[in-house]
């Protein structure tokens, strides 16, 4: 779920519950907070990958295709220079980084188990963001007879998701648990449309997708 900014700096612990993901998420809300902040993370980045034309950290929002995707997938890409920061701040403990209070960076340090259980989640969401492409290239956005078919796919995936022993933390199980239960409302909606089962059948007359 995704929030206004005014929302997002008044509820740093509540993210921080969701586990590593979350963690990250106030971490790059530290670092666009200010352009102080942002001027002295881009030092960092720039010390750290010298040379190298590298993008800023990016904040998934609700109006971007898979941008949570895209965000955890730059993160893992600068995770030396996210964890380089972290530990400079907290050192220099410039605005109380150091104090038990809600926006204290402390709190969200990404441990070594954390970044691989955001490589794992990133795993996961990579078949969501190529579904999603596809959709949008091959079939103009996709309908109803195209994205069904889809979600069946998706919905197998995650169950096989649950089987598989790098996906046994907490929050990946959760996160697995959640993203079926949401699919499986949508699906078995459809079958209380007689327009999604026309779409259907209109679909497979023409071309046989469905």
């Not at 779920?1 to 740093?12: C, I, L, T, W």
């Amino acid at each position: 779920m995704h929030h206004s900014p005014k929302e997002e700096f008044r509820q740093p612990r509540e993210w921080r519950k969701k586990g590593p993901i979350r963690k990250l998420h106030n971490i790059i809300m530290y670092i666009r907070r200010t352009l102080q902040q942002l001027d002295q993370f881009t030092a960092v980045l720039q010390s750290t990958y010298p040379g190298e034309s590298i993008v800023l950290p990016l904040l998934g929002n609700l109006t971007r295709c898979s941008s949570d995707y895209e965000s955890l997938k730059h993160a893992l890409r600068i995770k030396g220079a996210i964890s380089s920061f972290i530990a400079t701040v907290i050192g220099a403990n410039r605005n109380g980084e150091r104090v038990a209070n809600d926006t204290a960076l402390i709190n969200d340090e990404v441990s070594h188990e954390d970044w691989s259980t955001l490589d794992h989640i990133m795993e996961i969401l990579e078949l969501f963001a190529e579904w999603s492409t596809r959709l949008q290239v091959k079939y103009n956005n996709g309908c109803i007879a195209n994205i069904l078919p889809v979600i069946d796919e998706l919905m197998k995936i995650l169950e096989n998701a649950k089987n598989i022993t790098r996906y046994h933390s907490r929050h990946i199980l959760s996160m697995l648990s959640n993203a079926l239960s949401f699919l499986s409302i949508y699906y078995k909606k459809t079958g209380m449309s007689s327009v999604c089962c026309c779409c259907c059948i209109e679909s497979w007359n023409e071309d046989g997708v469905f």
